[in-house]
């Protein structure tokens, strides 16, 4: 580990340094944690002195800087000569220290050099007790210590990861392990921490699991200081420092601790682009990147309008909420009647100013001083003073709660609206909430999107479009095109989009598309917790209600054009950087998303680059670029690879929130480069299946045993579900991530709303109609529509890159459609009742032979990882061979097919484990074949049940890996029906039912997959 | 939500004789028996009033106007505000009517116009205007006179070809033998330049179809001036809308956009009644949105089982952010039911009944906890007028 090297020589020069530097005031630790913001250590009760003590340094800062590096010896002041004066001015030593790691590092620029940066840098915290362990132990032991703790702060998991030795198993809960071993290691070692104060920090160690250390956000150190200005909703300023290159969610973390914010999700910051338009903050990117000017002014705002206010948990929540809405009602952007303004000016009232006093000198001087509506008059002010008056007796948290009963049921309550033309021409406004996309005209609504009726969402120029399921009459997906200004506020809709669909609609967030090369499109994904989540976590919220103040005056102030009034003034001295310099790095980078690159020639650069960048690592392809646009191949592939649901089985509030980052595994692949994509075409065009709709339902031991490495390529009719563990390394994610890259250019992107976990249909019972529908994603319709006709022969030819093995994929793959084809006939029939799904296999003795051949060519399909296996059918065998060590599996064993003359069920195949095993790619190949190490398999079974219209194929694999065995039971339940299945319910009872089953195991993996017979017509 | 239903008042207009005759219709294939109509509206009245204990403000008749019985077109009451419409049927005659009257005002007096030149100009623009209308106006609707009818009509031209059908269905309007269409009201409009002010003050205007939107909205509007309700105005000329066409489920409005209303007119709509979504939803058969479908208490809303009926359901419930539940009914019209929350007296529905539609009738049976009302409305029904038509419907609360 070369990593270790370096940091065992930066922990001595750390230890140098404070050496030099005799103590370190108390103070000073806390202002490094202050400034790091971390959210873990600092003290609920530190925090007030703590801020105090930043404004001074804020003042003093320059001289400051100057002072200490008169006590500098000569080689360090050199560094700061430099300019790269370190960010976290408010301690000396940390400075010193960072510099010292600096100068010893700057001649490596290897990656783990940048891991240490990182580690030093984003530790301001814990740095001075690292420092003081440091001194006290052996300095070996000191890095090896501090080595595994940052990981946990490192954004970057790949930078670093080569270097970390836990760094294969990135599990949240190893990370909290870490995290809180790292905390108590400090707790225990040092006394500063101690003033953290052990009373919260329980509470809060929780809580940190959950909500992201700022500490991995803050990138450098050389950076210099600027003071953003976040006006807060109640019309004040908000300064504070924050390091130049700071990701956003540093300032976010600023703001929430500023304003003792627990609930944060739904709250954001905005800056205005170069445009004047208003845009979000991406906490996970730089904030220099995004506001790209120097003019360091956000403002903090609603986000995500909670629909229903009073679940929010703190009155605080709600306080800020009310600000908010108080600010859009008095601006007219949620307009509404006399009346309901009146009235919620007299909860305004209420709870601003308490009872109405009568005998107060002048009733009505506050009330005008105060704006509640945009055309505010005497008449409304008497009302509202009239309403007030019965208003008495209420608490100021009760007033909050009934404006906001009474503010959530206004027409426009959290609808984001964005101005944009119809495919005519016509001037409409988009609007985007909770529930979909409204569009409206003039004020009128004339369309409305839910989330579920729209199957992607994408945007190319100015243009943004959605793409609709198609409704019960309809055969095929429509796709809805508006027209934007311009390019800009397209993708900002997209984007406003894909968070709000995140947000509201899915359970955890999809990760983000990761991309090595040919990535061109906006990899833009919501990063925060969604609606579930936060929930979740703030039901955990165990502290006493904060007190704050409410505060009405600061108001008065407020413009009444509505968005909080942020000044261009120059946010500070702080610009000495060029603009365009900044402007030009970026610009290079495509890969990230949130900058706004876009200028004129952008569009002029994205085909240079496509058609540059493209073929290198593909041959090219003949039609890859008509292909680039017509996009049915990215989204066939996405559509395949579902983002793999949450454990079903257990719904831990880490494992939720674990998901923003620990789940490693590729949740949603994303855009595939078609070159890649050609295979994974194909498999799909293979089935031109009436109407299976497929239940997946994967069992495998606790997902706390690290062995369950399993990445294995399933291909039912048409769809492949690439099933990971959670467990799945590093190198997998590495290679997932070249699969998913991207072929979208940078002007234009796409987002398919996934489908939501299955515990999304328990939470989201009213949408419960519509869910059904929306249980899988349908990709036929897109082929069918001829976007992109992609003869088959095309795609069958084996690509170049594709190692030989998938090809060979691709043939058994035709083979089996053309068997399918003779199967067709027979398979649709009867629908069956959901009811039955998941017990179709517990019932062996009604099977419909017609199905039997279709279950067993799926059969095939299934392993088709071992080529050898599958390719020649078997005679067939119902196996169930119990395995002799492992724990026993309820198995129902059917003797299904014995009738049938096809290919079988058993596999003693040498396949099964193993992470490496992606679909078609081709490195997947290298894994299966190269790699070797996937532990022994013990027995592979598959057992095949069916009955009318269900087959159930059950896959049990156990693996010997080290000393642990792995049993992995995958069930797969194909129901074929000529009506609608009721997902929700089938889904519920496949979960049921192997959860009975297999008490002993968990659910680690549930698809559903739902085909229409749309496919027919292909034929 | 919670208080939806609620109603104290009601505004209705008796039948005038004129109706049966007269009244616009999109068929006419049964003669409307008069005594019968007006026996049916007492009834109606009357269940309203000592049924279901409203207070009932009556509006005499207006026998120049045939369809003011059907109140309901002329407001949309919720809450403490109430939206006086401009009926589309009649507005658009209305706003050529003006014009025309302007034309031969200018043909026939010139004074206005001193010279020549200022008096062709006038001509001109009054001539771009009218080609601007004919633009935008649509023709294939029945029951609007085309550009080319009305230019008959006002030049006193005959042109070849039988009479428009649409001209003799209209009371004031005339076909003499000599090949003229004769206009009653505009007659004497275009004939003084003093009448043609009262184009423009409708309180005053005299009593012709031709300026019926003060009319039929003239007598609701002081009534609910009178019951201290915040009025908001249609001022937009080119704005229609058919209180028939707008349906509110008590947390939004559906407005149906319809031969009588048109887009602006469910803008102003929407602008008169923030607080609420307002969603449009295309009608493009049958008369109002209402036609076909009703409100059958919180949440529920009855529709009729016609293709049409069932599409625009469809439509709807994609619009919405809240779900609602449905009761088909087996005739169209029968879904068109009144119904109210009443606090002594709990869920009341009026509806067809079983001897007008003796299928749809059964289906309200289905709904337990409601006080079924029957109300016949088959005289009415002749005429395109459904049970809701013939009030309006007031919560007001008491005076705190």
Known sequence: ?1019 | MAGFGKFTHAVVRGIPTSLAKEALRTDQLDVVDLEKAQKEHEVYVDVLREKLGLQVIQLPADESLPDCVFVEDAAVVCGDTALITRPGAQSRRNEFACLFDTLGLLLRDPSPWPDRGARLLGFLWLLSAFCGRIATMDASLPLRYSATELLRLRLRCHLPGPAPEALHLHPDITFQPRGKYIHRGSRRISSTRRNFVYHQQPEQCIPSIWTPVAQLTVAMKSALKEMDLNIVEMTDDNATLDGGDVLFTGLEFFVGLSKRTNQKGADILADAFKDYVVSTVPVLEGLHLKSFCSMGGPGLIIIGSSELAQKTLKIMQQMSDHRYDKLTVPDDIAANCIYMNLPDKGHVLLHCTPEEFPESSKAFEKLKDYILIPVSNMEKGKVDGALTCCSVLINKKAHV
Request: hydrophobic content about 30%; charged content about 30%.
């Open chain 1, 1 to 1019: 580990m070369t990593t270790e090297v370096g940091s065992e020589t930066e922990v001595k020069e750390k230890a140098e340094e404070t050496a030099t530097q005799p103590d370190q005031p108390e103070k000073a630790t806390e202002d490094n944690q202050e400034v790091a913001n971390s959210e873990n250590a600092t003290a609920e009760g530190g925090e007030e002195e703590v801020e105090v003590v930043v404004e001074e340094e804020e003042d003093k800062k320059e001289k400051d800087g100057k002072g200490i590096s008169r006590f500098l010896p000569p080689w360090l002041k050199k560094q700061k000569s430099q300019g790269q004066v370190v960010a976290n001015e408010t301690s000396p030593t940390n400075k010193v220290i960072s510099e010292a790691t600096e100068e010893e590092e700057a001649p490596a620029p290897a990656p783990e050099t940048n891991g240490h940066i990182e580690e030093v840098e984003e530790k301001e915290e814990v740095q001075s007790e690292e420092v003081k362990q440091k001194e006290a132990e052996s300095t070996s032991n000191a890095s090896a210590d501090t080595q595994p703790a940052t990981e946990e702060k490192v954004t970057e998991s790949t930078a670093q990861s080569p270097g970390e030795a836990k760094s294969a198993t990135e599990d949240v809960k190893e990370e909290e392990q870490q995290q809180q071993q790292k905390k108590n290691e400090v707790e225990g070692k040092s006394i500063e921490p101690a003033a953290t104060g052990d009373g919260k920090g329980t509470a809060d160690e929780g809580l940190s699991s959950i909500f992201q250390s700022p500490l991995r956000l803050v990138r450098r150190n050389k950076m210099k200081l600027v003071v953003c200005h976040v006006a807060l909703l109640d019309g004040t300023d908000f300064p504070c420092e924050v390091e130049k290159r700071a990701k956003g969610q540093f300032l976010f973390f600023k703001v929430y601790e500023h304003l003792n914010l627990m609930e944060r999700d739904y709250f954001g910051l905005t800056y205005k682009d170069s445009h004047e338009q208003r845009c979000w903050l991406d906490p996970t990117k730089d904030i220099k990147r995004q506001i790209r000017s120097n003019n360091w002014q956000f403002s903090f705002n609603v986000k995500f309008y909670p629909p229903d206010p009073s679940l929010l948990t703190e009155d605080i929540t709600r306080y800020l909420l009310c600000l908010q809405l108080r600010e859009d009602v008095a601006s007219g952007r949620l307009p509404c009647s006399f009346v309901t303004h009146a009235l919620l000016g007299s909860y305004t009232l209420q709870a601003e100013h308490g009872d109405y006093e009568p005998d107060q000198p002048q009733p009505l001087d506050y009330i005008t001083k105060q704006s509640f509506a945009p055309n505010q008059n005497k008449e409304m002010e008497e009302k509202i003073l009239e309403l007030h008056k019965s208003h008495r007796g209420m608490n100021p948290a009760q007033a909050d709660t009934q404006f906001l009963e009474n503010a959530k049921k206004l027409s426009m309550y959290g609808v984001d609206l964005h101005r944009a033309k119809d495919s005519e021409g016509v001037d409409i406004m988009l609007g985007v909430c909770a529930n979909g996309l409204l569009v409206y005209k003039d004020k009128l609504r004339i369309n409305r999107f839910a989330w579920p009726k729209i199957l992607k969402i994408s945007y190319k120029r100015n243009n943004y479009y959605i793409k609709i399921r198609p409704g019960e009459s309809e055969q095929f997906e429509s796709t809805v095109g508006f027209k934007l200004p311009n390019h800009r506020s397209a993708k900002r809709l997209w984007k406003v989009c894909v968070e709000n669909h995140s947000f509201f609609r899915l359970n955890s967030p999809e990760v983000p598309p990761k991309a090595r090369f040919l990535t061109l499109g906006s990899k833009f994904r919501y990063s925060g917790r969604t609606q579930t989540q936060t929930r979740l976590a703030s039901s955990l919220i165990d502290r006493p209600a904060p007190n704050f103040e409410r505060t009405s005056s600061k108001r008065i102030s407020r413009s009444l054009d509505g968005a909080p009034v942020i000044n261009i003034t120059e946010a500070g001295s702080e610009n000495g950087h060029e603009p365009h310099l900044e402007l030009h790095s970026d610009s290079k980078d495509h890969d990230k998303t949130q900058e706004d690159v876009l200028r004129h020639q952008a569009s002029i650069s994205q085909l240079k680059r496509s058609f540059m960048e493209a073929p290198p690592p593909s041959p090219p392809q003949p039609n890859q670029w008509e292909k680039r646009f017509s996009s049915s191949p990215a989204a066939t592939l996405r559509a395949q690879h579902h983002p793999p649901e949450q454990p079903a089985a257990s719904v831990p509030t880490e494992v939720s929130a674990a998901d923003n980052n620990s789940f490693p595994d590729t949740k949603e692949p994303g855009k595939t480069a078609q070159v890649e994509i050609e295979e994974t075409h194909v498999i799909q065009e293979v089935s031109k299946e009436t109407k299976p709709a497929t239940v997946t339902v994967t069992v495998s031991p606790s997902p706390d045993a690290p062995e369950g490495v399993a990445l294995q390529p399933e291909v039912r009719e048409q769809e492949v579900v690439v099933v990971v563990e959670e467990a799945s390394d590093t190198a997998t994610r590495a290679r997932q991530e070249s699969v998913s890259s991207e072929s979208e250019s940078d002007e234009e992107a796409e987002y398919q709303p996934n489908l939501p976990s299955p515990i999304s249909h328990t939470l989201i019972p009213e949408e419960k109609e519509e869910e059904v529908e929306e249980v899988e994603r349908e990709e036929q319709g897109e082929q069918e529509k001829g976007v992109e006709p992609a003869p088959i022969t095309k795609e069958t030819a084996p690509h170049p890159i594709e190692a030989s093995q998938s090809a060979q994929d691709v043939e058994r793959e035709n083979g089996a459609e053309e068997e399918k084809g003779e199967t067709d006939d027979s398979t649709e029939d009867p629908m069956m009742t959901p009811d039955e799904v998941p017990n179709g296999h517990a019932l062996p003795e009604e099977e419909a032979p017609g199905m039997a051949a279709l279950a067993e060519e799926e059969e095939a399909k299934v392993n088709g990882e071992s080529p050898m296996a599958d390719s020649e059918p078997r005679p067939q065998v119902i196996c169930c061979s119990e395995p002799p060590v492992v724990k026993t599996e309820m198995v129902t064993i059917s003797d299904t097919f014995a009738a049938q003359k096809t290919h079988i069920t058993t596999k003693e195949v040498p396949i099964v484990h193993t992470e490496t095993k992606t679909i078609t790619y081709e490195a997947a190949q290298l894994d299966n074949n190269g790699e070797g190490d996937p532990g022994v398999l013990m027995t592979a079974q598959t057992i095949t049940s069916e009955s009318l219209c269900t087959t159930t194929t059950t896959h049990i694999t156990k693996t010997l890996k080290g000393g642990l065995s792995e049993t992995r039971i995958e069930k797969r339940i194909v129901i074929t029906g000529d009506s609608d299945i009721d997902h929700d319910q089938a889904l519920a009872q496949a979960i049921k039912e192997a959860k009975e089953q297999h008490p002993d195991m968990s659910v680690t993996r549930v698809v559903v997959h739902k085909e229409t017979e749309l496919a027919e017509e292909d034929e």
